[in-house]
Every structure is written in C-alpha cells, then in structure tokens.
C-alpha cells in the first residue's frame, strides 16, 4: 500500500512538471458581489455612483442621501477595492441578507419549561401536537401564520359574521397555546396544536351568559374531536357543589356536561385581586382554575427586573386571584404572544396564564389520549413545582407551578 501510494504521489509531480507555465499561474477569476459604499458627508451620492460604480463596469441597485450618503450596487472584487481607496469614500463592505428575528420563546413557556418536553419537541421545526383545543374568547384570527387555526371547527356565539378576532385577546391566548415551532415569531407550549375559534365576545371583550353557554355547548357537540377548552373569562357567581342546579347556574350546568364528555377546561381565576370562589367559572370544581405569576425572565429564583408592568418577579402577581379553588399557577404577566393583524403583543392577566395550563393539558392529552379531565387535573397539579415566592400570598396556600418538562 505505501509503494502504491508512493507511485501515485510521483505520478501527480510528474502531471504537474509537465503543465505549461501559463496554465499553472493563470489568474483567479474576479468574483462579482453586492457591495454598500459609504461615502463622506457633503458628497453627492447621484453623481459620484456613476462615476465610481459604472465606470468600472458596476450596475447600481440604490442610491442613499438622508440617513448617510452612499450608494449601493453590484460589482466585482477589483472595482469595490478600488473605490475603498477614493479619498472620497469612508468605507465599502459586501452586503448581505436580513431576515425577521429567530424564533421567540415567550418567558411563560420558558418557566414551564416546554422547550423540555419530548412532546411539545420546540426545536424550530414544524411538528405539530395532534390536540384539538378549543378557545372560548373573542375569536381568533383565522389567518394568522404562526397559528394552526381549525376555520372549519369556526364558532361564533357572540356579534358580527365570523369568528375571527377583531379584539386581540383570543389570538393571543391562541398563541401561548399552540403558536407553531416554525422558528418565526413566538412559539407555544404545545407547538401546533390544532385551535378552534370560539367567539363568545365582542370586539370589546365583553358578552352574555347566553353566549358562553352557546361556546360550551358547542364544544360539547365536537367532544369527540376537542380534548381541551380555554376559557379566559368570567363574571361574578359561586359554586353550589351541585353542578348548578341548585343556585340556577346554567353556565355550570353546561360545564359539567362537557367535563363528563370529555373536555378539560382550563379556566382563568380572574383579575380582582379577590377570592376566586367569588367568581365562575373559577370556582367550579369540574375546572382547573388557573392564578397568574409575575415571571419577567422564564427563570426561578426572583429578583429579575420588572418589564412591561411593576409587579416583584416570582411572586403572584398583584391584581391575580387567589383562593381555595385555585388549583395551577402559571405565568401570567407581560406575556409575548400572537395577535391579531399577524401581529405579537405584550399583556397581562389570569387571562395569559390560563392558556399555559390549557397547553400543558393538550401536551398531556397527546400521550395519555384517554386520560378523563379529573386525570389531567391531577397529573398537572403533580408534575407541577413549588419555585414561586409564595410570601405575599393572601390564602397563604402554595399552589403548583405549572411545569410540563415530562409531558
């Protein structure tokens, strides 16, 4: 073998001696690229890209006055090293592409740490939960590209012709649900979870009873095909441990209809800074009432800097409910997520931290397809940590931190 390749080596001197001269040092040849030239304050742009970019053979794409005074155009290696050296001319660099910003991980699937979950797989790549949830709320934007929108499962209880969003609110819960790991814009913590607009609000965020009813009762209908229901919303009421009817609660009523049919609800503790048993569908038993954390950097251990709002980092946020019903907290201010007009917004409330529960359910319900509601409540509650600053608590009850790491 050494002999072999001996041989060879002698045999490739022997090709090489044997080349013209010419040959062996004719030159590269002079590549062409985009370049930007960035020329000295007071100087023409217009007349100076012509003469520097043209003559020497260069097409120009944009000439610059306002911001700087420059020009950009495509031309070759030679031509772009020798306008760097005009004395009119601060500096000429290659041009090169720009694209959106990467990715997002909003800081409320960072805490519950999502991007560890086998199932939710957050890696940038676009492999979708294969969980239906519904979306209780003021609709979602049936076209927004970071959202694995069900426009065939469509509901609207509330006004208007459709159930797209023109509030804002249900896109975003939309998002922290199921944004898609596409690598563009936010991701949720079930990536791609299937989400069906259920408008029971106005533009406005507000509605009836009989809306929400029309919500629960639709969803009902599709219990076959929905595993999980958020519903960030909620008005004044309480629990008579008796599904409703014994205080005429109608709204309990349905729920617990659609809880024996199948569907998990995650449900908001609201925003009053009060008992939550003062308020439904928070109080309901059949539920998983959700309280808010103040987290501003996805991380444990407190003393992060406030952000959007001045609450104490890992703490329970100062407007959130509380209470014996309670049964997750999850994060639930400055949230990042979808909205409507393709866009992403920054807010708070019981209203963001419910859907982070409701995407822990879809990543449980992914792997445990049978699970039964009570199940899923429970397999959260245990999973779930207690690395939250419980001290300014009023119940003084030290809930489960959402943490889906092992769904």
């Not at 001996?6 to 490739?12: D, E, I, K, P």
């Not at 509605?207 to 629960?216: K, W």
């Not at 308020?279 to 991380?299: C, K, Q, R």
């Amino acid at each position: 073998m050494r002999k072999t390749l001996l041989t060879v080596l002698f045999a490739s001197s022997l090709a090489l001696a044997a080349t013209p001269a010419t040959a062996a040092f004719a030159a590269a040849p002079d590549p062409v690229g985009d370049y930007i030239v960035v020329l000295k304050a007071g100087t023409d742009p217009s007349s100076l890209a012509d003469t520097q970019a043209r003559s020497r053979g260069g097409a120009v794409a944009k000439i610059f006055s306002h911001a700087l005074q420059g020009y950009s155009a495509k031309m070759s290696a030679s031509a772009a090293s020798a306008i760097a050296g005009d004395s009119r001319v601060l500096w000429v660099q290659p041009d090169r592409a720009v694209s959106i910003s990467a990715q997002t991980v909003p800081t409320g699937v960072n805490r519950a740490d999502a991007e560890l979950s086998p199932t939710a797989k957050i890696n940038g790549v676009d492999e979708r939960v294969g969980v239906d949830v519904a979306v209780i709320d003021t609709g979602i934007q049936l076209t927004h590209p970071d959202l694995n929108v069900y426009t065939a499962g469509a509901k609207n209880c509330s006004t208007g012709s459709s159930a797209n969003d023109g509030n804002g609110h249900g896109t975003h819960v939309a998002g922290t649900i199921g944004a898609l790991d596409n690598g563009d814009g936010v991701v949720g913590v079930a990536p791609g979870a299937r989400v069906w607009p259920v408008r029971v609000l106005n533009n406005s965020g507000s509605g009836t009873l009989s809306s929400v009813i029309c919500g629960i009762d639709y969803v009902t209908a599709h219990a076959s095909e929905i595993e999980v229901a958020n519903m960030s919303l909620g008005a004044t009421g309480a629990d008579d441990g008796n599904c409703g009817n014994s205080n005429n609660d109608a709204m309990h009523r349905a729920i617990c209809a659609s809880v024996a049919a199948g569907v998990t609800y995650a449900v908001a503790a609201g925003n009053e800074t009060d008992n939550a048993a003062n308020h439904v569908p928070a109080a309901y038993d059949e539920v998983i009432t959700v309280s808010a954390l103040a987290d501003f950097n996805g991380l444990p251990g407190g003393g992060a800097a406030p952000t959007c709002r001045s609450d104490v980092d890992d703490t329970l946020a100062d407007f959130s409910n509380y209470g014996a019903d309670v049964d997750v907290i999850a994060p639930g201010v400055c949230i990042l997520s979808t909205w409507k007009g393709s866009a992403y917004n920054t807010i708070s409330g019981t209203s963001m931290a419910t859907p982070h529960v409701a995407g822990g359910a879809a990543l449980y319900k992914a792997t445990h397809p049978t699970a039964s509601p009570a199940s899923v409540k429970s397999a959260l509650q245990a999973a779930g940590t207690t690395d939250w600053n419980s001290a300014g608590d009023p119940d003084g009850i030290k809930e489960k931190l959402l943490n889906v790491a092992t769904f």
